[in-house]
């Protein structure tokens, strides 16, 4: 199942090195939460997740051809 991916911000770590890329799953579904899982994301380093342009749970079901976005938690002051 294909997935187009993009990391944002100091995620970008967790890729290929570029911010958005194809990302292929070896299922034919997964959710969100399991693709975080696979690519090694602290779960606590999320701050939310972006299925097409709509905000997604992390149990939000992908069946391949997303564009899934997933922002990090920020902090400051």
């Given amino acids: 199942m294909q997935i187009s991916l993009k990391l944002r911000g100091p995620l970008k770590k967790y890729g290929p090195g570029a911010e958005t890329?194809?990302?292929t799953v070896n299922a034919n579904s997964c959710t969100v939460?399991?693709?975080?899982?696979i690519?090694?994301?602290p779960p606590s380093s999320v701050s939310f997740v972006t299925v097409g342009d709509k905000k997604a749970g992390l149990d939000t079901l992908?069946?391949?051809n997303e564009e899934v976005t997933v922002y990090p938690r920020v902090a400051g002051g």
Avoid: D, K, V
């Fill in 21 to 23: 890329f194809e990302y």
């Fill in 33 to 37: 939460r399991q693709l975080i899982e």
């Fill in 39 to 41: 690519m090694n994301i």
């Fill in 62 to 64: 992908l069946e391949g």
